[in-house]
C-alpha cells in the first residue's frame, strides 16, 4: 500500500488489495501448478529470471498475500509462511547457518525453540549457547564465538513472560556483526514492532494470537531488510556467494532488500517444504483481520486477572509485565503500545505443584489445553506438559517452577474468568 495506514487499518486492508472486477475477498487459489503457454517461460521461471507462480511449494499467491500483510504489520520489506512456527525458527536459522556454525539464544524461549536449538541443530552441526536475557551486556557477549552467526530471543517469553530487552540485544549482536531474530509470536505487531527497536529478523508462530481461534498450524519469516549481509564478508556466503542450484545467482545481488526472504523461499522451501495450504492462509487471514480488537481484549481481561491473583491469598507469585510490581514492567512500559504485553499470565500457588493439578482440575470455564493465546480461556502446567523433558536445572534456567502455572486469558467476559478462578481457586 502507498501510504502508511495504522496498525487496525493494516490488519484488514494489507495483503490483498483487489482490481476491478477481482474479488473483494482473498481468494483461496487451491492450485498445486499454474499454466504457462511455452517452455521457455516456464523455464524462465525456474532459473528465476521471470516472476511468476509455477507450483505451490515455492509460491502460492493466497500464501503470498497472507505474507505481504503480515510483512506490513511488521514494517517488514518481505515475509514468508510456513506450516508451523517450529518451521519458521528452523528456517530463519537454516538460511544463513550450516554445520560449524554457532548461535547464541535467550534461555527462556519457547520449550519446543530449546529443543530445536539445543539438541536437534545440534544434530546438524550448529552449536547454541544460551544466555540469561537479564544478564549485562559484557556477560552476554562473552558468549560470542567466532563462528557465531545469529543472536535469537522471544519478545515475551513463553511461558516466562520475560520482556526482552530489545535495543541491549541489538546493540550485542550487531557488534558482532551478527542479524537479531526475535520471535514475536506473544505480544503480536498490535504490541510492538521489533524492528523499530533494531531487530533484524521476526518469526511468529501464527498458531497463537495472529490465527487466533486455535484452528490452525503455521509460522512466518519477516525481514526487516536492515542488515548489511555483504558487509560482513563471506560470513553469510549463501547470501552473498553463488547458488549453484540456481545457476550461480547471487542473492544479495539480484535481490537487494528482498535477499533473505527470497532464498528463504526459492531454495529452503524448495527443498525442505514446510508449506501451509492455500486454505490455512485463508483461515489466518480472518485472524489477522480482528487482530488488533482481539489484543486489546486478551491484554484487557489478563490485566484484571493478573491483579485479583496478585491479591490472592493462595497466590505466592504473578507473572505480568503489565503489573507495576512485575520485575519486567518497566522494559514493557519501553517498548510494548500503551505497555501492553499480552493475554498470558503465569503464576505459582503457595501449595506448590499438588495446589496446582487441584487448581487446574476444579476449572470449569477455562480448558486444560496444549495452546495458548487463543480467544477461549486455556490453561497448562508447563512442568508436566510443554516443558516435561527438562530437567530441574533446565526448568530453572527456562523460568520455568513446578508449580508455575500458565493461564491463557481468553476474550469472554472477565467477570466470567474471575468467578472461575475464584471458585477453582477455593478447591485449591
Ligand atoms: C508456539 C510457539 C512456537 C512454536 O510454534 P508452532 O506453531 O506450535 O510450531 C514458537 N515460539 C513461540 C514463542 C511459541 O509460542
Redesign the pocket.
Known sequence: MEKEYRQETKCIQSGWTPKRGEPRILPIVQSTTFKYDTTDEMGKLFDLEADGYFYSRVQNPTSDAVAAKIADLEGGVAAVLTS???AA?FYAIANICEAGDHIVAASTI?G??YNLFGVTLKKFGIDCTFVDADADEETIAAAFKSNTKVMFA?TIA?PALVVLDIEKFAKIAHAHQVPLIV?N??ATPINCRPFAWGADIVVH?T??YMDGHAMQ???AIVDSGNFEWEACGDKYHGLTQPDESYHGIIYTKKFGKKAYITKATVQLMRDLGAVPSPLNCFLLNVGLESLALRVERHCYNAGRIAEYLNRHEKVSHVNYAGLPTDKYYPLAQKYMTEGRTCGVISFELKGGREAAVRFMDSLKLAAIVTH?ADARTGVLHPASHTHRQMNDQQLKEAGVSAGLIRYSVGIENVEDLLEDLAQALDKA
Do not use: L, P, R
Request: no cysteine.
Open positions: 508451523s512456527g517450529q525458527n519457547y519446543g525453540t522471544e513463553n520471535d509470536t506473544f508462530s498458531t497463537k498450524i503455521g509460522g495458548v
